[in-house]
């Protein structure tokens, strides 16, 4: 292990570090940690300037109630999820087939056709920004949550591919050559075989897609308008704009539309680190 | 009846070449319509004057020849340039917080994802975050130059220190993101390797770049390649943090672009077109430095 274990150093290394941790910690994540302090706050302390000092009153239920009463954040939240879902579940329909035909077959095209999905996610996506959101006004679905689904479930095929053809590609052959002399037909390899070796993967690419497109904000301005249709966001900024100054109620607006990766984050950690990390590791 | 059984036994007898073309469409088609298409579509929109609503005008390089004496343009690409070096900080101050993160204690685990936090979070909560860190007058880091005497700096008014307070708001969750790929790499290192060079006498800084560093090769290079990407893609906290401001000062190409295309200084589609192309021209070098690596790996197998 590097660096040396700390239980191999003397006691006094080992108390230094457990009290370094936590300090280290409390730096790393200060700005993090003062918009949630500024988040129960009340609007008197600005008054004053008290920013830093003990609250004069502790309104962290009515400061939080109000994101949800007081604004449209309730239905930029379900956007959200009404964008975010649909688009994993098409992103791992297609991707769990792209990768099954590119790891399994070997034909003419396979590496032209793979090369183009990884070189098409690492396009810088401004490139498509004015012919899609053209596209997108063509077929009527300008400022709709499908607009934005469809899109967002192109493009990050290209990722996904990558990432299911390498876990496919590192499945044992012998399963799939036993099957086809059993004369099981292809597709039905793909549906018993190939497909429940493949629920890591899966779960480790929905947990990262939910990420991705939950924290999209530059597509959400691209191709939707207003509160029927943006996310959160995107819909962070109009809160932001009618809650203008009040830092309390802006901070809490914050945390609540960082809150549901980071809950996806804790409960699905394992998952979520294999699917970044993936080659990081040979 | 006789039809369909031609078509079963045709079926039958070409499924291994027909299946993967089969899987292949669906996700093909739509490629093709967001992702390939587009970009043929950009290069040539960038040969026009275009409003995005009425006619579109064929005026060959006229676009390209502006981008040449437009100083906003080489202000964005300036930043992209700085974003780019700057932006590479994170691998190696990711590295170090790995190394300080490898440790078996009591509750490390806790530790090293709360250490992770940022980059779960959206860049668009991570500008808000950093421009109420910077305020001038309330923000905690004109407090903390406060006891030591200095400021209050108004990081983000100041177009000569503005884009560099942005940058290092994205170096937050960037330097998360290489430090948990360093800590899946430094799991992974071979331990009696680093018995053994333990025994040579090798430790500390020598240990690391002689014996450690060279195995963690495959993080470095996925670290370094997202990197580039991230900073070449940076849009969304220049938009949050200054909106390219102050002077446009913070601009970069991603962010100039959409400013010219889409908001309200003008629907210059073609224009807009044109810095996408560049930009995409940059980006190629760094796919097909990618692609090439790649490429050599899959031969290797």
Redesign the interface.
Same mark, same amino acid.
């Given at each position: 292990?590097?660096?040396?274990?700390?239980?191999k150093l003397s006691p006094a290394a080992r108390t230094g570090?457990?009290v370094a941790?936590p300090f280290?910690?409390v730096l790393?994540?200060?700005?993090?940690i003062?918009?949630m302090m500024?988040s129960v706050r009340s609007a008197n302390d600005?008054t004053i300037?008290n920013?830093?000092g003990w609250p004069t009153e502790w309104n962290l239920i009515e400061n939080y109630s109000l994101v949800f009463t007081g604004s449209s954040m309730p239905q930029y939240l379900l956007n959200s999820v009404f964008i975010t879902v649909p688009t994993v579940i098409g992103v791992l329909v297609?991707?769990c087939?792209?990768g099954?035909?590119?790891g399994?077959?070997k034909?003419r095209f &396979?590496?032209v056709?793979f090369?183009?999905?990884?070189?098409?996610n690492?396009?810088?996506?401004?490139?498509?920004?004015? %012919? !899609?959101?053209?596209?997108t006004l063509d077929m009527g679905i300008y400022d709709t949550k499908l607009g934005l689904v469809?899109?967002h479930?192109?493009?990050q095929?290209?990722f996904c591919?990558l990432f299911m053809r390498n876990f496919i590609k590192a499945l044992p052959r012998e399963l799939i050559e036993a099957a086809r002399v059993e004369g099981v037909?292809?597709?039905r390899i793909?549906w018993y075989v190939v497909l429940p070796l493949m629920r890591p993967a899966i779960a480790a690419l929905a947990v990262l897609i939910f990420?991705f497109i939950?924290?999209d904000?530059?597509w959400a301005i691209?191709l939707t308008q207003g509160a029927e249709s943006q996310p959160v966001?995107a819909g962070?900024?109009s809160f &932001?704009a009618q809650y203008r100054a009040a830092?309390h109620l802006?901070?809490a607006g914050?945390v609540v539309?960082?809150l549901p %990766? !980071?809950l996806?984050?804790?409960l699905m950690?394992k998952h979520f680190?294999a699917g970044?990390?993936l080659?990081?590791?040979? | 009846m006789t039809s369909s059984k031609s078509n079963r036994s045709y079926w039958k007898r070409n499924q291994i070449a027909i299946t993967p073309w089969l899987f292949l469409l669906p996700a093909m088609i739509m490629f093709a319509l967001y992702v390939v298409w587009p970009i043929v579509q950009s290069f040539n929109l960038s040969l026009y004057r275009w409003d995005g609503l009425g006619e579109a005008r064929y005026i060959g390089m006229q676009n390209y020849e502006e981008l040449w004496y437009d100083d906003a343009f080489y202000t964005s690409l300036w930043n992209n340039v700085l974003w780019l070096v700057l932006y590479l900080l994170a691998i190696p101050a990711g590295l170090l917080i790995a190394i300080f993160l490898n440790q078996n204690v009591r509750g490390i685990r806790i530790y090293k994802s709360l250490f992770f936090f940022p980059f779960v979070i959206s860049q668009v909560v991570v500008g808000l975050v950093f421009t109420w860190f910077y305020d001038p007058s309330f923000g905690l880091l004109n407090i903390v130059l406060g006891w030591v005497g200095l400021g209050p700096i108004a990081v983000l008014a100041n177009n000569e220190i503005a884009t560099y307070g942005i940058i290092a708001a994205g170096l937050w969750p960037q330097t998360a993101y290489c430090m948990i790929l360093y800590l899946t790499g430094l799991n992974a290192v071979d331990p009696e390797q680093i018995e053994a060079a333990r025994l040579d006498g090798a430790k500390g800084g020598k240990m690391l770049w002689y014996v450690i560093l060279p195995q963690l090769r495959p993080a470095t290079f996925i670290a370094f390649v997202v990197t580039v990407i991230g900073a070449l893609r940076s849009f969304d906290l220049v938009s949050i943090m200054t909106d390219g401001g102050p002077f446009g000062s913070t601009r970069v190409l991603a962010f100039y672009m959409f400013e010219v295309a889409l908001s309200e200084y003008g629907f210059r589609m073609g224009y807009g077109a044109a810095i996408a192309v560049v930009l995409f021209l940059i980006m190629l070098i760094y796919i097909s430095y990618f692609l090439i690596k790649m490429y050599r790996d899959e031969r290797g197998v």
């Open positions: 292990m590097f660096p040396t274990p700390v239980e570090y457990q941790l280290v910690m790393w994540l200060l700005p993090l003062a918009v500024i600005f300037g920013y830093w297609l991707s087939m792209t099954f035909a590119l399994i077959y034909f &396979n590496m056709i090369f183009m999905f990884i070189a098409g690492f396009v810088p996506f401004q490139i498509l920004m004015v %012919p !899609v959101r053209d596209l469809l899109f479930i192109a493009f095929t290209g591919t037909s292809e597709l793909f990420t939950w924290n904000y530059f691209v966001t962070i900024t &932001n830092y802006m901070s914050s539309a960082a %990766p !980071v996806m984050f804790f950690q680190i970044l990390t080659g990081a590791v040979k | -």
